[in-house]
């Protein structure tokens, strides 16, 4: 049969990967009877037999016999003379087959068929890549840096589906470059102008506890829940667990041994610091926990209001608020209640930050070289004058500077 012109067309289709055979069929098969029932009123009698592999079809009509002078419907009617024209022995009342060739529907008919064809696939495809998507909203997916753009990235999965990463649902510290092969969750699947929408994140929180899942088997396996989580992406998160077995160590099962399972994830995550805590019904123990690594004094809840009083002594302050009060506001988010920090009397009313709150901006080597001279908080580095800390420590007058800069900017 002369059907070159679709054979392009049918080696585009059987290569979709997100379609399968008998959808093809179905589909190719409707439009040729779409074809036929406008070129012959109607596509009832006709047999059409699709092979997608080869990349042809045939047509057959069948129509009954009857007598010249008898003929009343020529779609489904033959006259008795047309027929033995075909084979001698056909008689009235018989079906007669004729293959129906596909020249006669003239070059513009084929030509429509051909783009009826491909806008039937392409949105059944686009349909199918939602659906598929739409089922994974929660997922963590991998897919290749395609495209880097001011606003978002593009990811191309497995299958060659585009993926979109926005600038606003990256960690502040990624960088990706084409080719790099980059992990996320499915956070939104929309339909846009009849094209699929699949948006990524690595800033929800459904990330990380995807993450927690991949990293530590007893979650995977239910043994441990994730109660809640709280993060700052790329600065600090705080997890809650849970375990309903009491021979399991919760937030020991989720750290590792030395850390080796969340080590995985805070790489995956930039750095990003992760406090795992145990989670309990008991508000105040719960309050107390979420403000780790600060020790408290004592806890005044006041309910009708959500909030918690906290006292603790001087130097447990900057433990307690975190550097930049990061941590007391993820701790205020983890227990729902806030936090209003308070001085035992009798201590130093200045407020101060540990050194090891910045430990992203001072290399640990330094803060253990001041740590070495007694110098464990910012206030107490920025009491000494440049030349004194020069002196003690074997650091260099512009190391010095640098240092006093910082810990400068975080009380101004």
Known sequence: MENVNLIDTFSEFKELKNIDRPTMM???????????????????????????DKGDFEIWRNRVVVNDDEMTDPITQIPLSEAKKIDEDYEVGEEVSDEVKFLDFGRRAILSLRQN???????LEKNNIYMKYKDRIGEIVTGEVYQVWKREILVLDDDGNE?????????????????????????????RNNTPFIILSR????FLERLFELEVPEIFDGLITIKKIVRVPGERAKVAVESYDERIDPVGA??????????????ELRNENIDVINYTTNNQLFIQRALSPAKITSIKLIEEAKRAEIYLKPNEVSLAIGKGGLNIKLASQLTGYEIDVYREPGGEDEEDVNLEEFSDEIEQ??????????????????????SDLVKRTDLEEEQ?????????????
């Open 163 to 191: 993926l979109i990463l926005p600038k606003s649902e990256q960690i502040p510290s990624d960088h990706f470059r084409k080719g790099d092969s980059i992990r996320a969750v499915v956070i939104k699947v929309e339909m």
């Open 254 to 267: 989720c750290v590792g041994m030395k850390g080796s399972r969340i080590h995985g994830i805070v790489r």
């Open 400 to 412: 010095v500077k640098e240092v006093v800069n910082i810990l400068r900017a975080e009380f101004e």
């Open 365 to 386: 080597w330094i803060i253990d070289e001041l740590k070495a001279i007694g110098c464990d908080t910012a206030r107490s580095v920025l009491n000494l004058s440049i």
């Open 117 to 123: 064809l491909t806008a039937r696939i392409l949105d």
């Open 26 to 52: 179905s589909v190719l098969e409707d439009v040729f009877r779409g074809m036929l029932a406008k070129k012959y009123g109607s596509a009832d009698n006709f047999d059409i037999i699709v092979n997608i």
């Open 203 to 206: 800033t929800s929180p459904v």
